[in-house]
């Protein structure tokens, strides 16, 4: 049974950071695809970060180019975010997910990813 399992959120002033981390169980996704998303109340999930084929390619969104690192620890099959300046609109829940097949031109898109955690909140205050 494969599982992902978030860690790091919390409540953090503007300006901040904090580091998230997502460990997979389960299987291995060292050559597939491991992301970000987050979501808010009322609102559709959307995109934050990926990164493919061990570590070789990472893609942001726009919002959070500069300001956010996705990376990967393939000997531990975790996947981490720092997320540095952090602001009020980047309060979300923050979701892990993973693939094992999932391609480049549609690694931003929900459907790719066949498993997901169960979110960790974030909390940035003004």
């Known amino acids: 049974q494969v599982q992902l399992a978030e860690s790091g959120g919390g409540v953090v002033q503007a300006g901040g950071s904090l580091r998230l981390s997502c460990v997979a169980s389960?299987?291995?996704?060292?050559?597939?695809?491991m992301a970000w998303f987050r979501q808010a109340p009322g609102k559709e999930r959307e995109f934050v970060a990926a990164?493919?084929?061990?570590?070789?390619?990472?893609y942001y969104a726009t919002s959070v180019k500069g300001r956010f690192t996705i990376s990967r620890d393939n000997a531990k099959n975790t996947v981490y975010l720092q997320m540095n300046s952090l602001n009020p609109e980047d309060t979300d829940v923050y979701y892990c997910?993973?693939?094992?097949?999932?391609?480049?031109?549609?690694?931003?898109?929900?459907?790719?990813?066949?498993?997901w955690g169960q979110g960790t909140q974030v909390t940035v205050s003004s």
């Open positions: 997910a993973a693939d094992g097949g999932v391609i480049t031109s549609q690694i931003a898109t929900i459907a790719s990813y066949d498993y």
């Open positions: 389960g299987r291995s996704f060292v050559d597939g695809g």
């Open positions: 990164i493919h084929r061990r570590g070789r390619s990472t």
